[in-house]
């Protein structure tokens, strides 16, 4: 059921976010960009678990629409930090609203308990499974 909540979701996303020129990749990296200003690509790359040159074309993109820019890291020169321009304000306004318009139909007719109780749940199993993740990594750089 998850998987196909999540299929359906990313397909209503995709949709959604091509009435408003975009894919719900860049959809996705705006929304990073506005909670998290400064990511580097590397660090953005990780979150959206892709390849870092995928971000960097994906950041190519955006820049060519004026939405994004590179900042050179002041730390290091081989760094390059993402930062919002003014032009995606209002893109990022109407996506917000999509946003919201996408919960409101997936939790129509659920009990906000229910929900809630969901809603914790699912970030405890996701949890449970971060810790997994980062335990195997560990063990992996001790062997070897």
Same mark, same amino acid.
């Given at each position: ?8 979701? #990313? +397909? ?5 976010? @091509?009435?408003? @020129?975009?894919? #719900?990749?860049?959809?996705?990296? !705006?929304?990073?960009?506005?909670? +998290?200003? *400064? !990511?580097?690509?590397?660090? !953005? ?8 040159? /995928? ?23 081989? $760094?390059? =930090?993402?930062?919002? =321009? ?7 306004? &109407?996506?917000? &609203?999509? =946003?919201?318009?996408?919960? $409101?139909?997936? /939790?129509? *007719? ?10 914790? /749940? ?12 980062? @335990? $195997?990594?560990?063990?992996? #750089?001790?062997?070897?």
């Amino acid at each position: 059921m998850l998987h196909d909540l999540a299929r359906r979701l #990313r +397909q209503d996303a995709d949709r959604r976010a @091509g009435t408003h @020129g975009m894919t #719900r990749a860049l959809w996705t990296i !705006l929304f990073w960009l506005d909670r +998290q200003p *400064g !990511l580097s690509q590397k660090e !953005l790359a990780e979150i959206l678990e892709v390849e870092p040159i /995928t971000v960097a074309r994906m950041i190519d993109r955006l820049e060519a629409r004026d939405m994004v820019e590179r900042r050179a890291d002041p730390a290091d020169r081989r $760094l390059w =930090r993402l930062h919002l =321009r003014p032009a995606a304000t209002p893109v990022l306004t &109407e996506l917000h &609203e999509e =946003r919201a318009a996408m919960h $409101l139909v997936a /939790t129509s *007719g659920v009990d906000p308990e229910a929900l809630r109780i969901a809603t914790e /749940t699912l970030c405890r199993m996701k949890a449970n499974m971060v810790a997994q993740a980062r @335990g $195997l990594a560990a063990a992996e #750089r001790k062997i070897a």
